[in-house]
C-alpha cells in the first residue's frame, strides 16, 4: 500500500490568483494521478503524472490552467491557474502504488473554495 | 457518452437491514469494477475490486459485489449493515489503464 498526504488540507482563495497544491508518497511510485471532485459530481480525473516525461492530461483539461510538476518518484504538484469560483472542488492526489492496474491508494483531498 | 451510473444517491437503513447499492456502467470491452468507500473525515479506500473469474467478488467488512456482463452491473451488497457503514460509497471502472471513471457516489446513512 502507499499512505498519501496532501497540503494545503484546505484553502480560500481570491479570484485570478494560484494554489499550488503538494502531494507526498511515503514510498516510490511510477505514476500518480489528479483528480478533482466538484460539488455533488463524482470524481474526475484531470491528469497522469509520471516521474521524467510531462503529464497527461484528460478531455477538458490543459497545461496551462492545471500545471502539474512530477520531480521524483514520491512527489507531485498541482497548480490551479487563474482561479475563478468554477474551481471550487476538492483535489485529490492518488497512485497506484507501483502495481500496475491494481488498486488505488488516494490522498485526504484539498478543499479548494475560490471567492 | 461513456459513464458509470450509481442510481441513489442517499440510502437510509436501519442496522441489520441489508444493502445493495446499484452501479452500471456504459463502456464496451473488457473492464475492471471497484468499489471504494469514504468514511466520514477518512481518505477513499478501495472496498473490493474485480479483474477477471468469479464474478462474485467479497471485499472487506463483508462487503461483496456481484459482476453481472450482460446487465453492465456491479452491484454491492451487504446482508447486515452496522452503524459505523455509514459513509459515501462510490463505483469506479478502468479499462486496462490507470484511469478510473468514477460513478457520483451513493451515500449510506445507518440509524442506531
Known amino acids: 500500500s502507499a499512505v498519501i498526504s496532501q497540503k494545503p488540507s484546505r484553502d480560500i482563495c481570491q479570484r485570478g490568483t494560484s494554489l499550488t497544491i503538494q502531494c507526498q508518497v511515503d514510498?516510490?511510485?511510477?505514476?500518480m494521478f489528479w483528480y478533482r471532485q466538484q460539488p455533488g459530481q463524482s470524481l474526475t480525473l484531470i491528469a497522469t503524472?509520471?516521474?521524467?516525461?510531462?503529464?497527461?492530461?484528460e478531455s477538458g483539461f490543459v497545461i496551462d490552467k492545471f500545471p502539474i510538476s512530477r520531480p521524483n518518484l514520491t512527489f507531485s504538484t498541482l497548480t490551479v491557474s487563474n482561479m475563478s469560483p468554477e474551481d471550487s472542488s476538492i483535489y485529490l492526489c492518488?497512485?497506484?502504488?507501483?502495481?500496475?492496474?491494481?488498486?488505488?491508494?488516494f490522498g485526504p483531498g484539498t478543499r479548494l473554495t475560490v471567492l | 457518452a461513456q459513464s458509470v451510473s450509481q442510481h441513489n444517491h442517499h440510502v437510509i437503513l436501519s442496522e441489520a437491514a441489508s444493502l445493495e447499492l446499484g452501479c452500471n456502467y456504459s463502456?464496451?470491452?473488457?473492464?475492471?469494477l471497484f468499489w471504494y468507500v469514504q468514511y466520514p473525515g477518512q481518505h477513499l479506500q478501495l472496498l473490493l475490486k474485480?479483474?477477471?473469474?468469479?464474478?462474485l467478488v467479497k471485499g472487506i467488512k463483508g462487503f461483496e459485489a456481484e459482476f453481472i456482463k450482460s446487465k453492465f452491473s456491479f452491484n454491492l451488497r451487504k446482508p447486515s449493515v452496522q452503524w459505523s457503514d455509514t459513509a459515501e460509497y462510490f463505483c469506479?471502472?478502468?479499462?486496462?489503464?490507470?484511469?478510473?471513471?468514477f460513478g457520483t457516489g451513493t451515500r449510506l446513512t445507518v440509524i442506531p
Open positions: 492518488s497512485t497506484d502504488g507501483g502495481r500496475e492496474i491494481d488498486e488505488q491508494f
Open positions: 514510498s516510490q511510485v511510477t505514476m
Open positions: 503524472a509520471n516521474q521524467g516525461s510531462e503529464a497527461t492530461y
Open positions: 463502456y464496451g470491452g473488457t473492464v475492471n
Open positions: 474485480y479483474f477477471s473469474g468469479d464474478p
Open positions: 469506479a471502472v478502468n479499462k486496462g489503464a490507470n484511469n478510473l471513471f
